[in-house]
């Protein structure tokens, strides 16, 4: 951890640390917010978080095994507590052994959500209520990308969708979007809401796909919104939707309109890498998987053009960091949302100092 | 950019950027003497050249594309002019954005050069003839490789032909390179030339290729000369050629000798890293497409072999950068060159202070 | 080299710088104890070993031939001599060139053995005896491994082999390995020795496999043994073997047991690298070439798997440097073995200060 800059993360928050498929039998070692973790399944599969980082000899625990619920170093078999404290090794007196740092885990809405900070804190409840979860009216479908960039080029990239119209403009891109100004809101320390509501324009390609696979046609004008929210750490919801037009928008009855949510948690893995978790939860024509297929697949399509468009910023701002980069009103829902994360790191400085004098 | 070293190239000079047929519908990115640039057809086709970095939020222009002459931003569609300033963005008043640095540019003699320093003082007519450029009576091919080297070493290399014998010993090496001595001449501060004549020698396996396809006996006694010129910044120019032994060498007439000019432009990336643009021009069969594609696959293969050479001659000197190397006659092209070099990079301190103040 | 930095390995001691093999009519080029060496056959095949660093311009000398028993620069032809001096360049004295580092080197066992250190002090009759190369009754075989850690890490994994118990689970592993206590014992500053004697156990399957190779029943049980022994620098040769129980254990007669040496030769390549020359020689069905190369490829399989442990057990230690590692009983071993290495290092600091100051 690099300890002399200031940190551009909160840690006392809950992050998703990977998507609940990725841990079955085998632990899953994955670095996050600095600090490399592994994941694994204890007892009656209950989700389990330590360092990876064997007490014995610093062997990396996620190339060990689970067994029985405890995770087992591959290197000379030390078996490991979701505590943190060493259970047992083979002829060896355990007691005096070191523990290492266990975290703070849980797994609901198919992903597992970590708090790399004080565990203390850790409040369940705190964990944002993804509603369309095991809702059958709902389908969703995602993925996962490592990013070579700070987690909040992509906080900046998702609170302004005016990029859709130049980066994504074979699929979601219109150029309605950058012609519609966009209003910011900031609710307190814990929302961001940047919305864009655009009437009586064409459907783009995406859309077009999303009304007739809905009953809807797909030729005839629409109003079309974008309700981008951010939450601290760096979770964005985006509602999108179109409706046909003269129906009432994002307000008319489910008859008239196609929508859903777009999924963004965005997870640091240090101050210049990230996992980012995307992708859409719909509510239309739920039980239809080859339409979740082909969602996923043109999500998959469009964000990855974000992907070198990102690592090629990070390059460049990390080559003129002296740089003042311009805040126009469609970069609103970046600079609040940045500003809130400010507010999170500084809120836990006095409370991280004891903690990072005892790991 | 590294400011704490002394720089190793000057940068009040043309330098090759790009050829010409790299820069079409798309805008080309490349880092050239530490500045990364962007590269791309603006009005009736004119080539432009400025900062690969978008004044809005970062993002490298080069991933963007060219809509109707102006340079568009791929990421939030802000529309760069050819002089580094905002021409518009979507929904905003730009008259206040801030300038990029934009760079004198020609397109000349099918490359693009480019002026990295300060354009006030770019002027076109210090671009080096290329009088085959252009001549039905020439044919020319070439091609493009990046080195992880010092420029400076291409240079040592290319003014120095004694490395033919060991380092190309199927094509262009012979013996009696080595036997022969070599003179070089400094001609103020714009040229060096390093000269070496060979008489009443067998012709090696690519001036044999060159003897057939230009009708003449390839089994014979030749004279050989190469006639390396470096002229600052970092161009190479070498003729070469042989004649029929005892029809008066270089100074033959054409019907009894084949002869070319290898053609070298080397450009800095960074300080240990170079675009080498090779070719070679020919007063041979210029008509025959085949002998210009088998001169260049040839070259390719020739140029492949230095490049391993010099990367890891790199290496060795930046593990030792105490030790003095050696610098014998054979050496002299190389040695005289860089002085050249030092003298231009010398000259331009007090006119390069201020404009570092600006960057 | 990294001066700043107390020394990892010890200088005045053979290392196995490559198999015997791997030096034919190319000259090798590889880095050992952070210097990087060039390896070739002179007069009569004899090896010779000087810097990889031509002193002409700094060449890689490996990238050259090798021409009447003489070093031959690839680049300008210079003419190395085994002791380092010049002998020759085209059209040039060079009686005042300066001359490069060279090493002792001997060829023995199939191997070539370097001196890093002061070549005054290099005795052939230091480097270890294989008694069992060139004798009909033993078979070896063997290969070599990169591995980016520093290269303790690999005597630490050899002097306890309970890691076959959880590494090696399939081949060689098995839980008599943990239950059975191990005893090391250190032998003056030239040997530590760690053993473990198992009696009355199943056979794993690399056991079975050579039982019946030797015309032995694999269904019985065995006596097992594993007496790894530690010689400085960085050698570790272990005698491994399994009896029919009952039989006499590590002194039963050969018709009652299967026995073999592995062979493990550790050297530095930097600090946090490493070659690591692996292999088997076995006394049973020594002319059998298909059991050779099935051990080898066995041997291959298992030692990539410490490979992956081994690398990312270096980086965990590495972002660490502050955590005590545990230091069980079955470390002894390896602990024992690292004291050894430090007062190799210790003992030739006097030695080596002058000679840091002549490079």
């Known amino acids: 951890m690099r300890t002399s800059e200031p940190s551009t993360f909160p840690r006392n928050a809950w992050y ?27 007892q ?10 064997c007490p014995h000899r610093g062997a990396p625990l996620s190339l060990g ?9 591959g290197y000379h078999g030390l078996e490991m507590g979701c505590d943190g404290r060493v259970i047992a090794m083979p002829g060896q007196r355990v007691r005096g052994f ?3 740092k266990s975290y703070a885990v849980e797994e609901r809405y198919g992903f597992i959500w970590v708090w790399p900070g004080d565990r203390e804190q850790a409040d369940a409840a705190l964990i944002p209520p993804l509603h369309w979860h095991a809702n059958p009216e709902w389908a969703y479908g995602g993925g996962l990308f490592h990013i070579q960039a700070d987690y909040r080029l992509m906080v900046d990239n998702l609170m302004d969708l005016t990029h859709e119209t130049y980066v994504h403009a074979a699929s979601i891109g219109q150029a309605e979007i950058d012609e519609t100004p966009c209003k ?31 009953g809807l046609a797909d030729d005839v004008k629409v109003d079309r919104w974008q309700i981008c929210r951010f939450t601290p750490p760096s979770h964005v919801l985006i509602e999108v939707g179109v409706a046909h ?38 509510k239309f024509n739920p039980g239809d998987a080859a339409v979740t297929e082909q969602i996923r697949a043109g999500q998959h399509k469009i964000f990855s053009e974000d992907l070198e468009m990102l690592e090629r910023q990070q390059r460049n701002l990390a080559e003129h960091p002296e740089r003042q980069l311009l805040k126009l009103s469609i970069d609103a829902g970046g600079v609040q949302s940045r500003k809130l994360i400010a507010q999170w790191i ?5 409370v991280q100092r004891p903690a990072a004098a005892q790991a």
Chains 1, 2, 3 share one sequence.
């Open 16 to 42: 998703v640390a990977a998507m609940a498929a990725e841990v079955q039998d085998k632990p899953l070692g994955r670095q996050i917010c600095n600090a490399r973790m592994v994941f694994y399944r204890a």
């Open 44 to 53: 009656q599969g209950q989700i389990a978080c330590v360092e990876d980082f």
């Open 65 to 73: 095994r689970v067994c029985e619920g405890k995770l087992v170093c």
């Open 98 to 100: 070191p523990a290492i």
């Open 184 to 214: 910011t809101e900031v609710h307190g320390e814990t929302e961001v809401v940047t919305s864009r509501f655009m009437h009586d324009i064409p459907a783009p390609p995406f859309w077009q796909m999303a009304l007739r696979s809905n």
């Open 245 to 282: 037009a003269g129906k009432g928008g994002y307000a008319a009855e489910d008859a008239h309109k196609v929508y859903s949510v777009v999924v963004d948690f965005i997870t640091p893995e240090t101050e210049d890498s990230m996992w980012y978790f995307w992708g859409m939860a719909r």
């Open 346 to 350: 500084d809120r836990e400085q006095p």
